[in-house]
């Protein structure tokens, strides 16, 4: 874990410093970076296989490297790897360069850390090393108005779930005089059936302070503001890798805080209460998509109706579903952030308009192509990958006895499909009625290995979900 | 036991404070300040259970002071962007930021 750790944040800390100087070839922070992500991806195997052992104690473990992180982790180091890449062309002429590639590793290595820590102090820190390089990184266009808006909503928001989390935790380690994760599940466990309000609350405020994140709908009003002024790439890191480090933070929660207290006085359970903002966030997220005219708008309300199908998954947790929903999880996470992250970064090659899309297929075949697997893996048509995480999801929430929310679920996916098919119809049938741009070599490289992965771990995604199912099992 | 209680519902209040400032108004300073007001309420909460709670509860020292670090660098990069905002806007307030809509 210290190798991981330093892998990223060696890079991260020397490369804007040594870029101060002149004889620093500029090129080479973006190769650095790239390269550094990379090897970090080998790494996180052989640190699962070493066991899931804590590094620093204060008074307990305050990170171990278990399935849940595993699975998280190597979401976000591929969509970190693919936005890194897929910005050498906007970063090549950039005086910033370094300082864009050096923050890209610091929140994926907050992203990491969140998704592996099992101690509530530990968690908030590195929610904080996870948010505030994206800050800045939302804020990078310079000179942009819809960036700088982009930025303030998205600081207010983020600062915010920050305060929940806090709030929260005081509570937590009011309850239970302790912040690490096992300690406060026992403490829940004998405690809270006797005083249940005050625990329920204590959940909800970290919960709450996790939905800000995960954009779940009362919390979803930042999401397509800020995914629409930042660079794409950044959209992509937010959208596909910080959204599901929220996600690995709100599991452990569940896991720890809601699962073990039995909160049998209360006729509300939380299970239906998650599945009702599951329900509401799906349906929301997907009405509000079919309106929009700027396309990353689109991806963002598309993005919060995915949150609201990963919720399925944590809704099921303590019914009979359990095990598929967390199965369900893992793989949505790992195959919606490959999609919308790639979706995302074609951005680049296309336009932010509706109309830059007209003819698509003629202008720019490659990225046409490119995003119209994602848009349909989206979608979650069955010969490609998208499907399996929604079935898993769904086949949960049947098990779970959730018969209406996996109906809903079901709807929504026509909805979702409609809109997907919109964009595809403009691509490939309509005359083009922008000028063209030029195809960006490195975009195209990140397209083609989307593709290949949407397809491939669609035709065969045995070895992922067996291995995903054997991660599951482990606490 | 009373006095605990006492400071539990003052910072409750204070939270309560926060959330009213960040909804009701339209600065982004004072929406800051909300966010501190609430940040502030929870180190309260801790310094309170710290001292009054009746198992013994070690380190909140070091979580008041990790807090207060991760709020300050908070609030130094979220200042820099309103000065950045308000560079191109000559304002901040966030009613009137609307570039973009759906």
Known sequence: ?475 | MNDLVIYVVGSTLFFAIGIYGLLSKRSAIRMLFAIEIIINAANLNIAAFARYAPYDLGGAQAIAMFVISIAAAEAAVGLAIIIEAFRLRGKVNVDEMNEMKG
């Open chain 1, 1 to 475: 874990m210290i190798i991981l750790i330093a892998t990223l944040a060696v890079p991260a800390i020397l490369l804007p410093v040594l870029a101060s100087f002149d004889w620093f070839p500029r090129r080479l922070s973006s190769i650095v970076s790239i390269v550094a992500l990379l090897i970090s991806l080998v790494e996180l195997p052989f640190i699962l296989l070493n066991g899931p052992h804590g590094i620093w104690y204060y008074p307990t473990n305050l990170v171990s490297f278990d399935g849940i992180a595993f699975a998280f982790s190597v979401t976000v180091i591929t969509v970190s790897t693919m936005a890194a890449v897929g910005s050498l062309g906007i970063m090549k002429d950039e005086t910033n360069s370094a300082i864009y590639f050096s923050l890209i590793l610091l929140t994926t290595l907050g992203m990491i850390l969140v998704s592996s820590s099992t101690d509530l102090i530990f968690l908030l820190v590195s929610w904080e090393l996870m948010t505030v390089p994206t800050f800045v990184l939302v804020a990078m266009k310079r000179k942009d108005k819809r960036s700088s808006e982009a930025a303030m909503k998205y600081f207010l928001a983020a600062a915010l779930s920050a305060a929940l989390i806090l709030f929260g935790l005081s509570f937590a380690y009011g309850l239970t005089g302790s912040t690490s994760f096992s300690a406060i599940a026992s403490s829940f466990a004998s405690n809270a059936h006797s005083n249940p309000l005050v625990y329920l609350l204590t959940a909800a405020l970290l919960f709450s302070g996790f939905a800000v994140k995960m954009a779940i709908v009362p919390f979803h009003f930042w999401l397509p503001d800020t995914l629409e002024g930042a660079f794409p790439q950044v959209s992509a890191i937010l959208a596909a890798g910080s959204k599901k480090a929220g996600f690995a933070a709100a599991i452990r929660i569940t896991l720890a805080l809601l699962l073990v207290s039995r909160f049998t006085s209360y006729s509300l359970s939380w299970q239906v209460a998650l599945a009702v903002a599951a329900a509401v966030t799906i349906t929301w997220g997907n009405i509000a998509a079919l309106t929009q005219k700027s396309i990353s708008r689109m991806l963002a309300y598309s993005s919060i109706a995915q949150a609201g199908y990963i919720m399925i998954g944590l809704a099921v947790q303590g019914t009979e579903g359990a095990a598929l929903g967390l199965i369900g999880i893992f793989l949505q996470v790992l195959f919606h952030g490959v999609m919308k992250g790639s979706a995302f970064i074609s951005l680049t090659n296309i336009g932010d308009s509706m109309e830059d899309l007209s003819g698509l297929y003629r202008k720019a075949p490659f990225t046409a192509v490119g995003l119209a697997v994602s848009l349909f893996s989206l979608a979650g048509l069955p010969p490609l990958n998208g499907f399996w995480g929604k079935l898993y999801l769904f086949l949960g929430a049947v098990q779970g006895s959730f018969w209406w929310l996996a109906a809903v679920a079901l709807a929504n996916s026509a909805i979702a499909l409609a809109y997907y098919s919109y964009l595809a119809k403009k691509m490939f049938f309509d005359e083009p009625s922008t000028e063209s741009r030029k195809e960006r070599i490195e975009v195209i490289a990140v397209l083609a290995f989307s593709t290949a992965f949407i397809v491939i771990t669609g035709f065969y995604p045995g070895p992922i979900i067996s291995t995903f199912a054997h991660l599951g099992g482990l606490p």
